[in-house]
């Protein structure tokens, strides 16, 4: 084993096992760690955020989600503030606008608004471009009015996973790196541990937050989580001068200033996202055919042949064997984000003196329905599922670690996630979402 963070050895047992070191399994060790129970944090890579959450673009929304995701994404901003008083990760709230440029986005928007409204976010306005430029005076290029929601923030990824395994380490978990779940222990219906690269750990609760890599864990006890993983890209500029403090969206471009100046940009809604096409791909191939179908023009496929190579040799295709110890750098798509950046300066033309500095990709854990899967009782009892964020699940990770402290601890989730029971995707009419992304 890598040293663990904290010096510690793996222990024999815990009360609660987490695994994977992003912002949901960060934050579910420090809930749990705070209810007095003993946490183990398990991860694969040699520190946290090494996957999805060290890669997002960092906007914490609340706005543009399924009126069931609301009540998570409020609780997670207020966890998110209470968080920024102990540790410095970038943490501004300076609101998100949503951008339409198209005529198709109006109603789409006014639809959000009234959805908002509906759950009690009574701040959420529609702008016309006059007002939407008193909020953002540089947004002198043309667009037809904005969604404005003052309370979204923003913050620097891995810094705000960091400060959550910090507040575990504080509060008594461990933590260990460079050991990569292998198995969840199953005893006469319930968990009884975990099987490890560098042991067993005995514990009652298990809550697996493997990200995009979740199936292949899920499957040892018997459970299938359809998950598609796709790559999704950003670009960060060099530093400019304040622009803008709101997180933006649009179709076609998303974007964030950084405190100093360094501006992160994305596909935004439908980004062009890249999927590597192996016999995984069997997994819910129901799902998939006619997503991919549907939103081709936003999926550039690829073949995987050294993945297809080691399923043949593994005979499986969601042996825990085929989970990377260290995930490869996912490429990223630098004519896209190109595209999103120049599509951003259409709209804030102060943009247009912007210099690419860093590209990077990252996994998305794609769902049929794009919400996320979180439940507590779709496997042995002891054992809690978050996965399935479909690209917009950092915002939520504080409230994801609440909820899945509940379920581990006391079996009673703090927040409703009705809505987001595995079970859901065996039943008749699953969601489609309008977007691929
Ligand atoms: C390019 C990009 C931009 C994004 N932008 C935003 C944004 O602006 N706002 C937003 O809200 N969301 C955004 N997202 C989505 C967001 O990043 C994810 O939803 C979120 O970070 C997922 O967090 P997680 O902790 O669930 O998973 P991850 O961060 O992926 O963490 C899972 C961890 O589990 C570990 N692991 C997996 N399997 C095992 C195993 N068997 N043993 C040990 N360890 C294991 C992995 O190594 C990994 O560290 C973006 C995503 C991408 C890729």
Redesign the pocket.
């Known amino acids: 084993m890598s040293p663990a963070v904290g010096g510690r050895e793996l222990p024999s047992g815990a009360d609660v096992v987490v695994?994977?070191?992003?912002?949901?399994?960060?934050a579910t060790a420090a809930a749990v760690a705070a209810r007095g129970a003993s946490v183990l944090l398990?991860?694969?890579?040699d520190g946290?955020?090494?996957?999805?959450?060290?890669?997002?673009?960092?906007?914490?929304?609340v706005q543009g989600r399924h009126a069931a995701e609301f009540p998570l994404a409020v609780e997670a901003l207020r966890l998110w503030r209470e968080a920024a008083e102990e540790a410095d990760f970038e943490f501004v709230v300076g609101g998100n606008l949503y951008f339409a440029t198209r005529d198709s986005d109006l109603p789409v928007l006014r639809g959000l608004v009234d959805e908002a409204h509906a759950s009690g976010l009574a701040d959420v306005a529609l702008l016309d471009p006059d007002q939407t430029r008193e909020v953002l005076p540089a947004a002198t290029g043309p667009f037809l009015g904005a969604m404005w929601s003052p309370i979204d923030a923003q913050c620097q990824?891995e810094k705000g996973?960091e400060a959550f395994v910090r507040r575990a380490l504080d509060r008594g978990a461990g933590v260990a790196y460079g050991?990569?779940?292998?198995r969840v222990i199953e005893r006469a219906g319930r968990v009884a541990g975990l099987e490890?690269s560098a042991g067993t750990v005995a514990a009652s609760a298990v809550v697996v937050?493997?990200?995009?890599?979740?199936p292949?864990?899920a499957s040892t006890v018997g459970l299938a989580v359809p998950i598609m993983p796709v790559v999704?890209?950003?670009v960060e500029t060099k530093a400019l001068p304040p622009v803008f403090r709101q997180t933006i969206r649009a179709f076609g471009f998303?974007a964030r200033q950084r405190p100093g100046g360094r501006v992160v940009v994305?596909g935004g809604l439908n980004a062009v996202v890249r999927h590597e096409v192996s016999l995984y791909d069997l997994n819910g191939l129901r799902f998939w055919l006619s997503r991919a179908a549907d939103f081709r023009s936003h999926l550039r496929l690829q073949l995987g042949a050294r993945r297809i190579l080691r399923q043949i040799a593994t005979m499986s295709t969601l042996d825990?064997r085929l989970?990377p110890d260290r995930?490869p750098e996912p490429r990223p798509d630098r004519v896209a984000v190109d595209r999103a950046l120049a599509r951003l300066a259409g709209v804030i033309p102060a943009m247009a003196a912007a210099t690419p500095a860093r590209y990077?990709?990252?996994?998305?854990?794609m769902t049929p329905d794009g919400l996320p899967v979180i439940d507590g009782a779709c496997g042995p009892e002891g054992l809690t599922i978050?996965?399935g964020?479909?690209?917009?699940?950092?915002?939520?990770?504080p409230a994801?670690g609440a909820i899945a402290a509940g379920l581990a601890v006391d079996g009673v989730s703090p927040l409703p996630i009705e809505g987001f029971r595995l079970a859901r995707f065996s039943e008749p009419g699953v969601r489609r979402p309008e977007m691929l992304i």
């Open positions: 695994v994977g070191a992003g912002i949901t399994g960060a398990v991860e694969k890579e946290p955020a090494h996957e999805g959450s060290g890669r997002a673009q960092g906007s914490l929304r990824p996973t050991v990569k779940a292998t490890t937050a493997g990200g995009a890599w979740t292949y864990l999704m890209s950003e998303g994305s825990t989970v995930s990077w990709g990252g996994l998305v854990d978050i996965t964020l479909s690209g917009h699940g950092f915002t939520l990770g994801l």
